[in-house]
């Protein structure tokens, strides 16, 4: 499982977050899918880009990125081809885990005023499918402040469609942050990890300390319920999915 890997870096979520059965349109998933496992194979490298590709088990998608770095940015250009003989579904979800400090102050587009809140230990924001208040809850929660690892609570949440795909994470005793920018044409959607020290619930020793602003093709975390929202990209036989996600370090 997932749970069980090291929770560091960028997971390629691809074609789920959370695992499917087998009554799922194309057969079962593994937690987080299937590219966060496998051993990529590098197809060029330069002083300043590296290009890999993967071949998924679950589904015949090949799955391709380039990561190009340009000064303070590092851009990441993705590229999900099927290679089967018939027309294949997927959720893609951009799963960076970034390392945080209490106090840190996380930015939305201000478009959002709230999130639907897809998980919630002990369920303290409410429950699956609530609508939250962004950054203040009703019950006075700042959402956009982290907390101390010892806090104890894990929180998931996705956005509406968005029209504006730019996020960041601000540290205030540095006076820097980091931008996370993405197209909303391709990846319209955003979920949000907060998690301090309260996953997994049932770690006796280790638990995470990270949040994760995912940029995403669905506001589902698993494809079978993208599937029956509609929400799924479907792909035709040699059809591809081309998209990007950019990593920006800058000034607060």
Not at 160 to 169: E, H, K, P, Q, Y
Request: charged share 20%; with cysteine; aromatic share 10%.
């Amino acid at each position: 499982m997932f749970r069980n890997g090291p929770c560091a870096g960028i997971e390629e979520c691809l074609p789920t977050v959370a695992p499917c059965s087998a009554d799922t349109e194309g057969g079962p998933v593994p937690d987080h899918g299937d590219f966060w496992q496998l051993a990529w194979n590098v197809s060029e490298a330069n002083g300043q880009s590296l290009s890999m590709w993967a071949g998924g088990f679950s589904r015949p998608f090949r799955f391709e990125k380039t990561l190009t770095v340009d000064r303070s940015v590092l851009r990441v250009a993705y590229s999900v081809k099927n290679i089967g003989y018939s027309p294949q579904s997927f959720l893609y979800a951009c799963h960076p885990l970034f390392a945080v400090e209490a106090g840190d102050r996380i930015v939305l587009p201000e478009e959002i005023r709230s999130l639907r809140l897809d998980y919630s230990r002990n369920d303290r924001l409410g429950k699956r499918g609530d609508i939250v208040l962004w950054p203040v809850t009703h019950t006075s929660v700042l959402l956009d402040r982290t907390t101390g690892d010892g806090a104890g609570t894990a929180d998931m949440f996705y956005t509406g469609r968005l029209s504006n795909g730019a996020c960041s994470i601000h540290r205030a005793a540095m006076g820097e942050k980091l931008d996370v920018v993405f197209n909303t044409d391709t990846l319209p959607y955003l979920g949000v990890w907060l998690c301090y020290g309260g996953w997994p619930e049932d770690a006796s020793t280790y638990q995470q300390y990270a949040v994760a602003l995912e940029p995403t093709t669905s506001p589902h975390n698993r494809l079978t319920e993208a599937q029956q929202a509609g929400a799924a990209i479907n792909l035709a036989a040699g059809a591809a999915y081309n998209f990007s996600v950019s990593f920006r370090i800058g000034r607060s």
